[in-house]
């Protein structure tokens, strides 16, 4: 038997985290890292949140699990919470982002499904160098390639544009079209942000066209730009979101928000999940929403956010042949390298112990816990200064 008892999907690294200490990951032989990682955008609240370990302790001795054959009283309240904090009224739970997303196409299809709808509606416009996750339909849903490999053939009802390209989007509009699918700032792709005016565009041609408009804010949501969704950065109302990543700190957790209009096609027996908001994920999303769903934590991102950033673009004039610029809003920044960014990001886990993510677009992304303080702000500039002064660019193979 050569192949791993794991299967071997992931080109894993050496680093081998067994413990958290807030901004801060330790490995098997005790060395410490720097986490600007945050598992991809995760551990909102850092690695050892009181109030976040307390809530699935208790939850966890309370009631793990039932299913939805019963009333949930959990899901009601985290629910409930979203809908005060959001433009949505109605709320899905799910487990992972991929199936928010996965909700999302179905919630936008069986609108135009209704009875009051136009069936021909099933195509949704998407945008090239998206990621929206791993299942069929959100791969199908991505323009990428590298993502189709060995996995044909795609589902059917996607249909790809240039992504900031309103003029394209538009003529992409026909009569199979149900709505839009986007990104307000891409992830994966490497952070990188829709303009207002792209954003603007797709409210105003989703509002002609009677389409819906379908965000994914897996990465970008949830308090990550200092806003609670992204989508309040560029004064819009979406018809549907996609959330997950931040919202359960680091519990397994996504959800599908709609509006009431949205959502008149998802009704008793259309839709379901097994595990989707049980009670131990309710306790975390709850307890995530009372740290980071209010003005002053809000805010607290942003200032923290705007130091970051403004920091980081003085920072890289000092090495203009590695450093290209610094995009993005809040905690969620990118930095254009130059020169490939995977080696470099290498370089800065392995030999200086701060973890960050590498992206599309040869981007370094920056997604620091949204509790980092001054401390972590500072070493992580020491770790950078240290890692950008004796990198060697690798030759090229
Ligand atoms: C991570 C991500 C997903 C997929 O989430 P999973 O939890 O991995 O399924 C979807 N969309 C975006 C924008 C993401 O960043």
Not at 206 to 216: K, Q, R
């Amino acid at each position: 038997m050569s192949i791993p008892a794991l299967m071997p999907v992931y080109p894993r690294c050496d680093v081998r985290p067994v413990k958290g200490d807030h901004c801060h990951l330790i490995d098997e032989d005790g060395t410490r890292y720097l986490d600007f990682a945050s598992g991809i955008a995760v551990n909102l609240l850092g690695h050892s949140h009181e109030g976040l370990i307390g809530a699935i302790q208790r939850q966890a001795e309370t009631l793990m699990h039932v299913s939805n054959l019963y009333g949930s009283p959990q899901q009601e309240k985290l629910a409930q919470m979203l809908v005060d904090a959001t433009f949505a009224d109605t709320v899905f739970f799910t487990n992972s982002g991929a199936e928010a997303v996965e909700t999302a196409i179905k919630t936008a299809r069986a609108f135009h499904q209704h009875e009051d709808g136009d069936p021909a509606r099933t195509e949704l416009i998407t945008f090239t160098n998206a990621f929206h996750g791993r299942t069929m339909a959100t791969i199908s849903a991505s323009d990428q390639a590298k993502m189709h490999k060995g996995f044909l053939p795609l589902l059917e009802g996607f249909k790809y544009c240039p992504f900031d390209d309103l003029e394209a989007a538009r003529a992409a509009i026909g009569p199979q079209t149900a709505g839009f699918l986007v990104e307000p700032i891409q992830g994966e792709g490497g952070i990188r942000p829709a303009s207002q005016k792209f954003m603007q565009g797709l409210r105003d041609l989703a509002d002609e066209h009677g389409l819906m408009l379908v965000l994914d804010e897996v990465q970008c949501g949830v308090a990550r730009t200092g806003r609670f969704y992204a989508h309040e950065l560029y004064g819009i109302k979406p018809d549907i979101v996609a959330s997950a990543k931040g919202i359960g700190g680091g519990f397994p957790l996504g959800a599908c928000l709609a509006t009431e209009h949205a959502a008149r096609g998802m009704t008793f027996g259309t839709h379901g999940s097994t595990y989707g908001g049980n009670p131990l994920a309710m306790a975390a999303g709850v307890a995530v929403m009372e740290a980071v769903a209010n003005e002053e934590f809000l805010a607290s991102v942003r200032d923290k956010g705007a130091r970051l950033k403004a920091r980081l673009e003085q920072f890289i004039g000092n090495y203009p042949d590695l450093f290209e610029l610094v995009r993005g809003e809040g905690l969620m920044l990118g930095i254009r390298m130059k020169v490939e960014s995977r080696p470099f990001f290498q370089h800065l886990r392995d030999n200086h112990q701060l973890l960050t993510v590498a992206a599309g677009d040869n981007t370094l992304r920056v997604l620091p816990p949204l509790v980092i303080g001054d401390a972590e702000m500072d070493e992580f500039f020491d770790k950078l200064s240290a890692g950008a002064a004796d990198y060697k660019i690798p030759e090229p193979a």
